[in-house]
């Protein structure tokens, strides 16, 4: 399929690239334009702008950083409304407010182009190998119209519910990272006090009910108080406050995500937004003295 791909981040890159693999024919654009490269040199053919990029796409598809991002990219000056035919299809990847997402499906609607809102998880290794749980929001038969190039990115595709449904599912996915990463967190510092072998203790506890994708993949990270990039505590934090602002809305309570939002917010503003969300141990590890 034609596909047009709007944000080469840590996420997007690859996920272009993975399109590019799979035979698709893809335009891409960047903010940052020196991120097409890298996609060009594979294959790529680039945009100078979001709607020049949708101009000739059949699925144009947005991997940016926060909800006024894609409010620009797709329906600012030279965003994708203006250069998207009718019968295209807008497949946003972002992790954005689920209100916002319906805003956006309906303006897109007036000019007769479809929204499908299809979030991910499973870090940049998931994004690098195609491997990505990808959530979708929007009319059942657009999901799979789109679903061939869904499949080049991820592993999982699941049609969640209506518009919106793929954002509110990410909430959720992201509510549960935290809980999950603080936990680990604490667990691991009693080991580590205990002075145990954490190496044993992570293959005893993973191998039964405390078993997750978390402790798997980044439990060396907490033991050894080191957090190369996987996906970044400030976006984190940002999808927390998407979490927490539609729980307001609905009516429900969330001790923990507030809790945990709060100790990102205070990481970030100790320089350390840019580490990978595991990096929440460093609060745990600083108050039981692992790092005095």
């Known amino acids: 399929m034609k596909v047009a791909f709007v944000g080469l981040g840590t996420m997007?890159?690859?996920?272009?690239?993975?399109?590019?693999?799979a035979g698709h024919e893809v335009t891409v654009h960047n903010?940052?334009?020196?991120?097409?490269?890298?996609?060009?040199?594979?294959?790529?053919?680039?945009?100078?702008?979001?709607?020049?990029?949708?101009?000739a796409a059949?699925?144009?598809?947005?991997?940016?950083?926060?909800?006024?991002?894609?409010?620009?990219?797709?329906?600012?000056?030279?965003?994708?409304?203006?250069?998207?035919?009718?019968?295209?299809?807008?497949?946003?990847?972002?992790t954005i407010s689920p209100t916002v997402t319906h805003a956006i499906a309906a303006a897109l609607a007036e000019r007769q182009i479809d929204m499908v809102d299809a979030p991910v998880s499973g870090g940049?290794?998931?994004?690098?190998?195609?491997?990505?749980?990808i959530m979708a929001g929007g009319d059942a038969a657009v999901v799979e119209k789109v679903r061939p190039v869904l499949a080049a990115m991820g592993k999982t595709i699941t049609h969640v519910g209506p518009?919106?449904?793929g954002q509110t599912t990410k909430a959720i996915n992201q509510i549960i990272v935290a809980g999950t990463y603080w936990a680990i967190a604490e667990g691991l510092a009693l080991g580590m006090k205990a002075d145990l072998?954490?190496?044993?203790?992570?293959?005893?506890?993973?191998?039964?009910?405390?078993?997750?994708?978390?402790?798997?993949n980044r439990s060396g990270n907490m033991i050894k108080n080191d957090y190369p990039l996987g996906f970044r505590v400030r976006l984190h934090r940002k999808d927390l406050n998407i979490a927490l602002e539609a729980a307001r809305e609905l009516g429900v309570t969330l001790p923990m995500a507030a809790y945990v939002e709060q100790i990102e917010t205070g990481l970030i503003g100790r320089?350390?937004?840019?580490?990978?969300?595991?990096?929440?141990?460093?609060?745990i590890r600083e108050q039981s003295g692992l790092d005095d």
């Open 58 to 94: 059949e699925v144009v598809i947005t991997c940016v950083s926060d909800t006024p991002d894609v409010e620009a990219v797709i329906l600012g000056d030279n965003g994708i409304i203006h250069g998207a035919q009718p019968g295209t299809v807008v497949v946003d990847m972002s």
């Open 31 to 55: 903010r940052t334009r020196d991120r097409e490269l890298p996609l060009m040199e594979a294959g790529a053919k680039r945009a100078d702008s979001p709607q020049a990029a949708a101009q």
């Open 163 to 165: 518009i919106g449904a």
């Open 124 to 133: 940049s290794e998931g994004a690098q190998k195609g491997t990505l749980s």
């Open 197 to 216: 072998d954490m190496e044993r203790v992570v293959q005893a506890v993973s191998g039964g009910a405390a078993g997750s994708w978390g402790l798997d």
């Open 271 to 283: 320089g350390f937004g840019d580490e990978d969300v595991s990096a929440i141990a460093r609060s």
């Open 12 to 21: 997007g890159g690859p996920m272009a690239l993975n399109l590019l693999r």
